[in-house]
Each structure stands twice: as structure tokens, then as C-alpha cells.
């Protein structure tokens, strides 16, 4: 389960790797694109091997953003498994949908824009 408070009380110190989102704006207001940053931070207590192993996990979790904005069946199969960890962690209130109901996440690709 996630831990916010904690999470925010411990910033990345030595030995973290991190992924960063910076959302991206234009004219103020945010355009609905972020650059995605690796912080890879000194290592003093892992063993290089074990350093690497963990860079290797970060690089996978870029594609895997990567993946969701240009695989719509991995986008698919990342949204429900989202919804279902929603449902079992009590992140938010969740109602089983229909099979004939669409259901959009933040990565469905639509046509025309919402606004």
C-alpha cells in the first residue's frame, strides 16, 4: 500500500533512484505533456552489480510509460489492472462497469479533443 506521508517526509537521499514527471506548460497552463526524468542518486551501500539491477528496473518503468501512450492494448491491460488495485486497496469507490460499457482511462486514445 502507498504511504504518503511517509513517502513525503523521506526525500531521495543516497542510494535512491527515482522517476520524475515535470509537467510541461504553455501560456501558464499545463499543455497535458510532462518530460519524464531519471534521478539516479550516488551509490554507497549497493554493490555496482546491484546498482545496475535497479538502473535496469528504472529504464524498464520509462518504457513501460512509453508503452502506455503508444500501445493501446498495453494501456488496456495497465487500466484494469490499475482499477483492480483500486478496488482491493480502497483507493477510491469503484463499481464493476458492464461489458458493453467503454470504459476510458487516461490512456484511451480518442478522437477530437475534449475541450
Not at 520524475?20 to 526524468?37: C, E, G, I, M, R
Not at 546498482?51 to 500501445?71: G, I, M, P, S
Request: glycine share 2%; with cysteine; hydrophobic share 35%.
Amino acid at each position: 500500500m502507498i504511504d504518503f506521508e511517509t513517502d513525503i517526509k523521506n526525500p531521495i537521499g543516497e542510494d535512491d533512484l527515482a522517476l520524475v514527471l515535470k509537467p510541461k506548460f504553455t501560456n501558464k497552463k499545463w499543455d497535458n505533456t510532462v518530460d519524464l526524468s531519471a534521478v539516479i542518486m550516488p551509490s554507497k551501500k549497493l554493490e555496482e552489480e546491484d546498482t545496475e539491477q535497479l538502473r535496469d528496473v528504472l529504464y524498464a518503468l520509462v518504457t513501460c510509460f512509453h508503452l502506455l501512450n503508444t500501445d493501446s492494448d498495453f494501456a488496456k491491460r495497465v487500466s484494469d489492472k490499475m482499477d483492480e488495485i483500486a478496488k482491493e486497496e480502497g483507493f477510491s469507490e469503484y463499481e464493476d462497469t458492464p461489458d458493453n460499457v467503454i470504459k476510458l482511462s487516461t490512456w484511451t486514445k480518442t478522437e477530437g479533443d475534449i475541450h
